[in-house]
């Protein structure tokens, strides 16, 4: 490849050049919603430096396969379809095109593959026995455990250390903490109101952590490159995963882990059993725009902590109005006819520090920070020579490529539609000012400037900005 990728290794705990283990595939799974809600801006924040690593990849040559797994069988869900009494098909199935909708709205681009853990029960069931076969489980009351003492590695993603009093005890929730670090559950007894299937492992259901270390090897292989999730799914549940994996394989499992950090409110992690959540729902429904929540969501790179605020998202509000005005100046005004004040290679300096930015760990703070660097040379530009034709057409490259990368520029549509409009008053008013009807030509003005567009009289024509 073109351009060397770093990322930092949750599992060798620093900065490694990216390789793939087959040539120019990237393989990655990223630990997917669990449905039985609809996600909260907590979760997007993850699907989304998901989504900037998928972009980031392809758009450095790889072609990429991604499975994101949909959590519809495990405690929550089944305690969901319980509540409700409904079938936990047709509760899942609610949640899964919500989510589907929401990141949409968000313009995630969508994975090739989008398994659900009730259709991998047979692979799940094969796991369990190559485990037994290689003598990590153990059965008691109808419920199969994997016994973590057979796995040395266990620990190594999370640095936890084993302790050996609670050796031999045992977690059959699906969640738990790092002080509760036991033999936990990859088959659970059926229990009255949950569902289950009959299998050679008798009757039952499977414990979550084994629904993603059968999916992606269903999908992926039985080793891959990268694996993703919020820090909180380092312990139990990826460590849980590894011990599964390579228990049953020999094999490594991934080769790069890597984990956001979280969408926090007030210090404290968002989270719907904290109630501090907000969905993407909510906030559009109070107006604001989605393209603006992928800003402010993107401003902060993936490793760090970023704290939702309503100024935060005022903030990024008031910068997409900006980029908005940067952008529709430059369509409005014609091209220098002269050389201009911006140069071909000022243009391919920004595209190679977008790159650069998004290949260093996926550090999407530099990536808009160099993208800003570009409008304000734009704007100073235009505020010179101008800009001539050649490096306009440029310009559009360079705007594609923050799209393939970023896609945070502000909805076409919008702009479009509202932007058509606009343009007719504008010239409805030149024509009045060129027949001298000032009258008319001020009514317009002062029309525009109750809908926040601002006039500007300049010797290429009139052009208009949003306040
Ligand atoms: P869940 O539906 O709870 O399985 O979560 C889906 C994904 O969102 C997982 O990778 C979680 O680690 C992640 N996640 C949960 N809460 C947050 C948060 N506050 N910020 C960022 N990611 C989160
Ligand atoms: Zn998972």
């Not at 120019?24 to 669990?34: E, M, N």
């Not at 072609?63 to 959590?71: F, G, K, S």
């Not at 001020?442 to 306040?467: S, Y």
Request: aromatic share 8%.
């Amino acid at each position: 490849m073109s351009r060397e990728i770093r990322f930092y290794n949750t599992l060798t705990r620093q900065q490694e050049a990216f390789h793939t283990l087959e040539p120019g595939h990237a393989r990655l799974y990223t630990c997917g919603p669990t449905v039985y809600n609809v996600v909260h801006i907590g979760n997007l924040r993850t699907f989304l430096f998901e989504d900037v690593l998928r972009r980031t990849l392809q758009t450095l040559g790889y072609r990429v396969t991604q499975v994101m797994n949909l959590t519809d069988i495990d405690d929550k869900t089944i305690k969901g379809a319980g509540a409700e009494g409904v079938s936990l098909r047709e509760f899942t199935d609610r949640y899964i095109k919500l989510f589907f909708e929401d990141i949409d709205t968000l313009r995630i681009q969508r994975a090739e593959h989008y398994p659900r853990a009730t259709d991998y029960i047979p692979q799940m069931v094969n796991l369990v026995r190559r485990l037994t076969a290689n003598g990590h489980t153990y059965v008691l009351e109808g419920s199969t455990y994997f016994r973590i003492a057979t796995f040395p590695h266990y620990g190594r993603l999370s640095g936890i250390l084993l302790d050996e009093v609670k050796a031999g005890a045992r977690v059959d929730a699906d969640e738990y903490e790092k002080e509760d670090v036991r033999d936990f559950v990859l088959w659970k007894a059926p229990k009255s109101g949950e569902p289950s299937w009959e299998t050679v492992l008798g009757p039952g259901r499977p414990g979550w952590h084994l629904e993603c270390s059968a999916m992606s090897t269903a999908l992926l292989g039985e080793s891959f490159d990268i694996h993703t999730g919020a820090v909180d799914n380092i312990f139990p549940h990826h460590e849980n995963e590894i011990a599964q994996s390579e228990g049953a394989t020999g094999m490594p499992f991934v080769h790069t882990w890597l984990h956001a950090e979280h969408l926090v409110v007030e210090g404290e992690k968002m989270a719907k059993s904290k109630g501090n959540f907000f969905t993407l729902r909510d906030l559009v429904e109070r107006g604001h725009d989605p393209a603006a929540i992928r800003y402010l969501l993107l401003s902060v790179p993936y490793r760090q902590k970023l704290n939702f605020t309503f100024d935060g998202l005022a903030g990024a509000e008031a910068v997409m109005r900006r980029l908005d005005n940067s952008l529709r100046r430059l369509q409005h005004t014609p091209p220098a006819t002269g050389g201009g004040s911006l140069a071909i290679a000022d243009v391919e300096g920004f595209e190679s520090e977008l790159l650069d930015g998004l290949a260093d760990d996926l550090n999407t703070a530099r990536a808009l920070a160099a993208f800003h660097m570009l409008l304000t040379r734009v704007n100073q530009a235009l505020d010179g020579e101008g800009i001539a034709q050649p490096v306009r057409d440029r310009l559009d490259d360079a705007f594609g490529l923050v799209q393939r990368t970023l896609d945070i520029l502000p909805a076409r549509q919008r702009a479009a539609d509202d932007g058509a409009q606009i343009n007719a008053l504008v010239a409805e008013r030149t024509a009045a000012r060129q027949g001298r009807d000032f009258a008319r030509a001020d009514t317009i003005r002062q029309e525009l400037a109750a809908r926040g567009i601002i006039l500007e009289d300049t010797p290429h024509g009139t052009v208009w900005h949003r306040q």
